[in-house]
């Protein structure tokens, strides 16, 4: 049987707290600068063509949301129409309403927002603190989530596991469709609705719910596969196209909904455009280190 790693002692993790105001705050984990390997080698279960090629990515330090922004931090920004950019936001969109176990429900991840109001809470967040908040890329991310500094060696057959935990998943560790599983893993519990953020293990970063309860908005334009795409790290984008609701941007993570092999950290979703809202989609923040505006 696989064998999951957790992370139960965060070793060397820099812990930032943004305050929001009214006794909120947003807590920031400091990733290191490093080079990864970005995407997925045919032979992981569960890969397609759009993980590919592989490539390796150097990136800067930054700072991302330690966790799936929550419901409470949402309205803490969502209700100041004095730092409206562009869009009013709904202060209360998400379908779950309800404390979790002995967890109130503000603790869950905010849910059923779209990416143009997902932007619209980063350039209310920058505008407040006058520092650089944007949704991560699609390579920020996905070395967030694999919490590896150090690039493959393909020549010689290395590959990173599927999971930041491991080569496998469990209901124990993720929160996630585990009706279905993973290699020869076990059927576990489904928990059919979001949990509280930081519910289970962090990641080698010092990251929660990398891997399912919502699903997360990157910043990028969908391209069919990494044929092209930027080393550096940034956001890739269709030169000259201003983003459009039936524009396609990409979903990272998996959800509470999904099966494990969308939970991957290479997986990539381009199934809904822009202006869609689902109560199994979410998003975290990204700061630019040593940025302000």
Known sequence: MPTIILQKEK????????????????????IPAGTFTMGAPETEEGSRDNERPQHNVTLESFLLGRYPVTQKQWQAIAKRTDLKVSLDLEPDPSYFKEPYQDVERWQRPVEQVN??????????????????????????????????????????????????????????????????????????????????VGQFYPNAFGLYDMHGNVWEWCEDDWHENYEGAPTDGSAW?????????????????????????????ACRNYYYGRGYRNYNIGFRVLCVVGRTR
């Open 115 to 196: 990416w143009f109001e997902a932007v619209e809470f980063c350039e209310r967040l920058a505008k407040l603190t006058e520092k650089d908040y944007k949704l991560p890329s699609e390579a920020q991310w996905e070395y967030a989530c694999r919490g590896q500094t150090e690039p493959l060696n393909l020549e010689a057959g290395e590959s990173y596991p599927p999971f930041c935990y491991g080569e496998t998943l469990t209901s124990d560790v993720v929160n996630y469709d585990a009706d279905y599983t993973y290699g020869d893993e076990a059927k576990g519990e489904y928990r059919e609705q979001t949990t509280p």
């Open 11 to 30: 070793k060397s993790i820099r812990v930032y707290t943004q305050d929001l105001g009214d006794n909120i705050s947003l807590e920031l984990v400091k």
């Open 237 to 265: 984008s269709k030169t000259g196209k201003k983003p459009q609701k039936s524009s396609n941007s990409v979903l990272r993570g998996g959800s509470w909904s999904s099966d494990p092999v969308y939970c991957r950290s």
